[in-house]
């Protein structure tokens, strides 16, 4: 075994979830019930999107809004195993990968629609690199959307002008970013500038990625991102990847853009609620005591304890 704490990276991510979630009940599962129902589709959220956890409610609504039957897994308990594998447990990744096909194939579904592109690139490497294999399609959500844009009943003009945000270091990559572009595309009033960054920004903005990029040249590749779109005199920054907003966030204050996700846009062409996404005020804010002071009667009905409540807001939102 590496030397990697796999405990402290992911026991703050379920818990940040429950604390900020809209719902008393959670939109996603762990895959582990003995008697599963049928899904015609398996929704792979995977880990952390639960941190920004508002993300994961809005394309679950999005999905429900198109009609489809399908059932959510994330978090911890379905574990893609990439980030065993980077910290170099080979043989535990492949266990956990494992692990996780077999929940979805207990579905029965006719596909697996994939979310986030750390979990898209891993499945992506081992069907390709190892033994391992699942019988049923594995497909990004976007491609899903894509493919069913009938079911999009759009009723909101989206008067803005955005710039997207996306990857293309692999194949994989750029699939993602065609076909979120075509969903955009398709919002009625919104004008797309496209903005998908070349292999040098690596396959995402999440840390892992960051860290091979080097955190000075993606910080420089950011500030280029920005300054362009303040000079193409967009609303917004849209990303496509959770990761990519995550860590794009803390440029609001900066440059002055706004930066959203582009399920929101979505949602609000199809005149669904916008969820308030809660990570980026408290990052914002940098003050887990006062966190803690807003969340704490939420969390408290929905039983997590202070302890963890403390931990997770001191490990997301403490000042940089």
Not at 18 to 25: Q, V, Y
Not at 252 to 267: F, M, N, R
Request: glycine residues 8%; hydrophobic residues 40%.
């Amino acid at each position: 075994m590496s030397g990697f704490d796999y405990g402290a990276y992911f026991s703050p991510i379920e818990p940040l979830a429950d604390a900020t979630r809209a719902a008393d009940d959670r939109i996603w599962g762990n895959g582990t019930e003995k008697d599963k129902t049928a899904h015609d589709y398996v929704l792979y959220l995977g880990c952390n999107v639960l941190r920004t956890v508002a993300l994961a409610e809005t394309i679950t609504a999005i999905l429900t809004e198109m009609g489809v039957d399908f059932v959510a897994l994330g978090g911890p308990s379905t574990c893609c195993g990439i980030i065993h594998k980077s910290g170099g447990d080979v043989e535990v990744s492949e266990k956990i990968t494992t692990q996780t096909l077999a929940k979805f194939e207990g579905y029965d579904p006719k596909a697996v629609l994939t979310y986030c592109p750390s979990c898209h690139a891993h499945m992506y490497y081992t069907f390709a690199e190892t033994g391992i294999s699942m019988d049923v399609p594995y497909l990004h959500v976007t491609e899903f959307i894509v493919e069913n844009l009938d079911r999009l009943k759009f009723s909101n003009r989206v008067e803005r002008r955005v710039m997207f945000h996306a990857h293309g270091d692999n194949e994989q990559a750029e699939r993602d970013s065609h076909f979120a572009r075509a969903i955009l595309g398709a919002i009625p009033g919104l004008e797309v500038i496209d903005a998908s960054g070349a292999p040098e920004w690596g396959h995402d903005c999440g840390n892992l990625q960051i860290g091979i990029v080097g955190p000075e040249k993606h910080a420089a590749l950011v500030t280029g991102l920005f300054k362009t779109a303040k000079r193409e005199r967009v609303d917004a920054v849209t990303a496509l990847y959770h990761s990519c907003y995550r860590n794009l966030c803390p440029q609001e204050d900066i440059h002055g853009v706004e930066v959203i996700h582009y399920t929101d846009l979505i949602a609000e062409a199809l005149g669904l609620k916008r969820r308030e996404e809660a990570f980026k005020r408290l990052q914002k804010q940098s003050d887990p005591d006062a966190a803690y002071a807003e969340l704490a009667p939420v969390a408290q009905r929905r039983g997590l304890s202070d302890a963890k409540l403390k931990k997770t807001l001191g490990v997301h939102f403490c000042a940089r």
